[in-house]
């Protein structure tokens, strides 16, 4: 029998280095007050989909180095290249 959601503690998500790197960007990028990249409201259904987001921009924060790193535009590059071949849609949905 599988639990629900609302029964389980924690759940974990693994990622590597990669993507780490690469989701610290966007969701940072996100969460920049002074830039428009951040997704149109209209995005969410709800804004316990920012405090999941945000929640785990900080879960990412407290674990990578690397944004701290004098090359890491260069790193973020890197990982972006390694990571593309793998989607080869413009947008989540294709």
Same mark, same amino acid.
């Given at each position: 029998?599988?639990?629900?959601?609302?029964?389980?503690?924690? %759940?974990?998500?693994? #990622? =590597?280095?990669?993507?780490?790197? %690469?989701?610290?960007? #966007?969701?940072?990028?996100?969460?920049?007050?002074?830039? =428009?990249?951040?997704?149109?409201?209209?995005?969410?259904?709800?804004?316990?989909?920012?405090? %999941?987001? &945000?929640? &785990?921009?900080?879960?990412?924060?407290?674990?990578?180095? !690397?944004?701290?790193?004098? =090359?890491?535009?260069?790193? %973020?590059?890197?990982?972006?290249?390694? &990571?593309?071949? #793998?989607? =080869? *849609?413009? !947008? #989540?949905? *294709?």
């Amino acid at each position: 029998m599988t639990e629900s959601p609302e029964t389980q503690d924690t %759940v974990e998500i693994g #990622l =590597d280095a990669n993507e780490a790197v %690469v989701l610290f960007e #966007l969701l940072s990028r996100w969460c920049d007050p002074k830039t =428009d990249a951040t997704p149109a409201g209209t995005c969410f259904q709800s804004t316990a989909e920012c405090a %999941v987001l &945000l929640g &785990l921009l900080g879960h990412l924060e407290k674990q990578l180095a !690397t944004p701290f790193k004098p =090359d890491y535009r260069e790193i %973020v590059a890197q990982a972006r290249q390694r &990571l593309e071949p #793998l989607w =080869d *849609g413009a !947008t #989540l949905n *294709g």
